[in-house]
Each structure stands twice: as structure tokens, then as C-alpha cells.
């Protein structure tokens, strides 16, 4: 499973113009999923997404959590963050999880933000989507559950 976490100060998702998702402060969260995902790689991200310390402090350093500042997520399933490009000029999406399965495992993440008491937001699964936020900082964090 991986994740791109984007700190922002608002952002929102449209489809077909009309706003399906939105929020002020915290991440947009762009999850893709793979056909060997399993409840513990999510619980693994969920814990840190909500933990990891990027948000600033009276101090103005990267000090505080998601759950510090009380932020939100605006969630966007994102298949292309399988896509292999190293062959060819087309990226080969086979290692993205089939439909079915991602949608599943995507609705468990957002299950178990929620359950962490985090408010998220999302888009609609497999249908095209804009996405507009504020990229704060910039900080955009890759996690892969392949990395624990």
C-alpha cells in the first residue's frame, strides 16, 4: 500500500463540478493499493499518517501530529501510484489492485482513520475526480508499507 501525504491548509474534490469533498487543515491523502494489501499494512499507514509529526508548533517547527492539531483528510483513491514506468513510455498498471479488492481495502482505510477519530472526506472511487489544494510548506510524504 502506498500513500502520498499532502500538508495543506484546504483543499476539496470535485466531480462533474460539483464539490463531493472538503477540508481546512491537515492532509490530502492520495492511497493506492495493491493486490497483497491486508488489514495490517493499513493499520500500519493509518497509524502513521495520524502520528507522524509535520505540522508546526508554536515554534514553528515540525512538531505536531495530525491528531495534535485536530486536522482533517481529504482521501483520494489513486491507482496510479502502481504504475511501473520502467519500460516503454506507458506506464504498466499491473501491480494496482483489482477494483473490486482496492475499493475494499480503501473504504477500510478511511474506516479506520474515522475510528481514530479523524473527520475524512473523500472522493468517489474509480471515477475522475479534480483534486485542488494548498500545498503547505511544501511537505508531501511518501509512505509505502513495503518500508516497515
Known amino acids: 500500500m502506498r500513500v502520498v501525504l499532502q500538508r495543506t491548509t484546504d483543499a476539496e474534490v470535485r466531480i462533474a463540478g460539483e464539490i463531493k469533498g472538503r477540508?481546512?487543515?491537515?492532509f490530502v491523502a492520495l492511497v493506492g493499493i495493491t493486490h497483497s494489501?491486508?488489514?495490517?499494512?493499513?493499520?500500519?499507514?493509518?497509524?502513521?499518517t495520524v502520528n507522524l509529526r509535520v505540522f508546526e508548533?508554536?515554534?514553528?517547527?515540525?512538531n505536531l501530529s495530525l491528531m495534535d492539531i485536530g486536522g482533517s483528510i481529504l482521501s483520494i483513491s489513486q491507482f496510479t501510484l502502481y504504475g511501473d514506468c520502467r519500460k516503454g513510455r506507458r506506464p504498466n498498471f499491473m501491480q494496482a489492485a483489482k477494483p473490486d479488492y482496492a475499493e475494499e481495502m480503501y473504504e477500510k482505510w478511511n474506516d479506520m482513520l474515522r475510528s481514530q477519530g479523524i473527520t475524512v472526506e473523500t472522493g468517489q472511487?474509480?471515477?475522475?475526480?479534480?483534486v485542488a489544494f494548498t500545498n503547505n510548506g511544501p511537505v508531501t510524504i511518501l509512505l509505502d508499507s513495503d518500508d516497515r
Do not use: P, R
Request: proline residues 0%; charged residues 35%; aromatic residues 8%.
Open 23 to 26: 477540508i481546512e487543515q491537515g
Open 125 to 130: 472511487f474509480g471515477a475522475m475526480m479534480d
Open 57 to 62: 508548533d508554536e515554534n514553528g517547527k515540525m
Open 37 to 48: 494489501d491486508t488489514e495490517e499494512d493499513i493499520q500500519y499507514l493509518v497509524n502513521k
